[in-house]
């Protein structure tokens, strides 16, 4: 079975940087599949906030995030990372890891794995 383990997530003020991580286990290649990363703040539905294409490694990035976020995919170690730069007070949220099998867009009805979750709290 595919398992997808975030961890990184904590509380932090304005302005500072987080690295979440993503251990993705019982997938041994990565054909066609677009690794991401999703948050839902309290209260609204679960967005994209980054994409990688496995096919050409191209990258893929909500509107509130680019240019501050930046997602990386170590197939070796079979782990997926979210660099975020620069927090604000609404880029609080549970961020979750997925794999699916499109990245444009980032919809979520295109990720069939996911993970449980790791909680970024920004405080002003």
């Known amino acids: 079975d595919v398992q997808l383990v975030e961890s990184g997530g904590e509380s932090v003020q304005e302005g500072a940087s987080l690295k979440l991580s993503c251990a993705v286990s019982g997938l041994t290649t990565y054909p066609e599949n677009c690794m991401a990363w999703f948050r839902q703040a309290e209260g609204k539905e679960r967005e994209g906030v980054a994409g990688?294409?496995?096919?050409?490694?191209?990258?893929f990035y909500g509107a509130s995030v680019k240019g501050r976020f930046t997602i990386r995919h170590d197939v070796a170690k079979h782990m997926l990372y979210l660099e975020m730069n620069g927090l604000k007070f609404d880029d609080t949220a549970m961020y979750y890891c997925?794999?699916?099998?499109?990245?444009?867009?980032?919809?979520?009805?295109?990720?069939?794995?996911w993970g449980q979750g790791t909680q970024v709290t920004v405080s002003s």
């Open positions: 997925a794999i699916g099998y499109e990245c444009p867009g980032l919809d979520r009805d295109n990720f069939g794995y």
């Open positions: 990688i294409a496995e096919r050409d490694g191209s990258t």
